[in-house]
Nanobody
Framework: VQLQASGGGLVQPGGSLELSCVGS????????LAWFRQAPGKEREGVGC????????YYLDSVKDRFTVFRDIMKNTAYLQMKNLQPEDTAVYYC?????????????????WGQGTQVTVSS
């Protein structure tokens, strides 16, 4: 079982990025897929989650109008589309799955984790 996150990079304020998370060894559509982020010196925090039959949930008010979590079941891939990025969005972003009871913002409840991809928003 593996999750492979990619798509991070350096972007100017107001820019956009789309992160991808490819699942292998399991069917990603059977589980919630969540995105977390961790900035230096801060705890890991939930960004959003997508689950079959439920749709998308966002855990941070600051991203609700700018970020979109979705997935392509045929590609076994989930995405985090980020628009109007701001310096405070700078963090390592992780995808997580393998939780058996719906979405949650608690990182301890997810079994599978991607390796993280760095997003830096700076001019």
């Amino acid at each position: 079982v593996q999750l492979q996150a990619s798509g991070g990079g350096l972007v100017q304020p107001g820019g956009s990025l789309e992160l991808s998370c490819v699942g292998s060894g399991f069917t990603l559509g059977y589980y919630p897929l969540a995105w977390f982020r961790q900035a230096p010196g801060k705890e890991r925090e939930g960004v959003g989650c997508v689950m079959t039959g439920v749709g998308s949930t966002y855990y941070l008010d600051s991203v609700k109008d700018r970020f979109t979590v979705f997935r392509d079941i045929m590609k076994n891939t989930a995405y985090l589309q980020m628009k109007n990025l701001q310096p405070e969005d700078t963090a390592v972003y992780y995808c997580a799955s393998g939780r058996g009871n719906g979405c949650s913002a608690d990182p301890k409840s997810y079994r599978f984790w991607g390796q993280g991809t760095q997003v830096t928003v700076s001019s």
